[in-house]
């Protein structure tokens, strides 16, 4: 029975012993092993095996990149306005045994040195250029902290600015300034549209009068032709006709309504030929004088109604 008792108190023993001996280290983190209270070794992901009582777990690190924001600092500028500064760190722990024994607190010692070198950098610059240049000030943030916390055991990937906030009256005169911007912004773009319309109706007006212009050329060219043509055609058909000197008479006969026409005619013209024209009918033999008594210019006056 003894026996019995004194092998179970064995298996119990070593379940525990095992228990306490295998360690299981999930992945992306490591573990700091201390051997009789110095550093033993650092355990990677997967099984390993620790010796209880004599070998203890010191920290336990975690791998994976990691963010911390802190609250806002107040920075002076260059020009001596207080300016509030929301930062956020990115970085990750590279060595897990100097970020175990090198340093105390590794968030504390980031805020701190993330606000001293605000402090210096934001020093160097103005509101303007503050509130410009977030590249420029990341970039330098992350140079002096990425050196800082080298020997920690920690690289710092980014360092972003969430926010910067002048104080409220600089506020309130960048916001009048940023309207009258705007504004002036707004002006030029309606003068730039009323000067585009302008030039957009000029431009019609002027393309109307060249399309008028060369539709009253072609017109004319049109009608002049014709009138050519019809000329052409009756000169023709008259020389093709052999006119005697009847035919002459009585187209005379068709043209003088025409130069009677309107109340404005008093005295008008008749050519001499016409006379002569006359002579060939027999109804105005006698109503026209012989061609030697029409005066030098051969032409004759008839007044209007007579």
Not at 63 to 71: K, S, Y
Not at 135 to 141: C, P, S, V, W, Y
Not at 147 to 168: H, M
Not at 184 to 195: D, N, Q
Request: glycine content about 6%; proline content about 4%; overall charge neutral.
């Amino acid at each position: 029975m003894a026996g019995l008792i004194v092998a179970a108190v064995v298996v119990i023993v070593l379940v525990v012993f095992l228990a306490r001996a295998v360690r299981v280290v999930p992945q992306a983190r490591a573990v700091v092993v201390e051997r009789l209270g110095r550093y033993h070794r650092t355990l990677g992901p997967g099984l390993a095996i620790v010796i209880p009582a004599v070998d203890r777990i010191r920290e336990r690190v975690d791998l994976r990149e990691q963010v911390v924001t802190f609250p806002p600092q107040p920075v002076i500028t260059e020009d001596n306005l207080v300016v509030s500064i929301d930062t956020v760190i990115f970085f990750q722990v590279t060595d897990p045994r100097a970020a175990t024994y090198e340093i105390a607190d590794v968030i504390r010692a980031i805020e701190q040195l993330t606000v001293t070198t605000l402090r210096n950098v934001i020093g160097s610059l103005n509101l303007e250029q503050t509130l410009t240049s977030r590249d420029e000030i990341n970039t330098r943030l992350r140079g002096v902290l990425d050196e800082a916390t080298g020997k920690w055991g920690i690289r710092v990937n980014r360092v972003e600015i969430k926010a910067i906030e002048p104080p409220p009256s600089i506020q309130d005169s960048m916001e009048k300034q940023m309207r009258a911007e705007r504004d002036r912004r707004a002006a030029i773009l309606s003068a730039e549209g009323v000067k585009q319309s302008e030039i957009l109706r000029a431009e019609g007006a002027k393309q109307a009068a060249i399309l008028r212009a060369q539709g009253e050329r072609e017109a004319k060219i049109l009608s002049a032709q014709g009138e050519a043509q019809a000329i052409a055609t009756v000169f023709q058909a008259i020389h093709e006709g052999n006119a005697d000197r009847k035919l002459l008479a009585y187209q005379y006969l068709q043209t003088l309504p025409r130069l009677a026409a309107g109340d404005a005619n008093k005295v008008w013209i008749i050519p001499s030929d016409l006379t002569r024209a006359f002579g060939g009918l027999g109804a105005f033999s006698g109503l026209v004088d012989s061609p030697s008594q029409s005066d030098g210019a051969g032409q004759s006056e008839v007044e209007d109604g007579a």
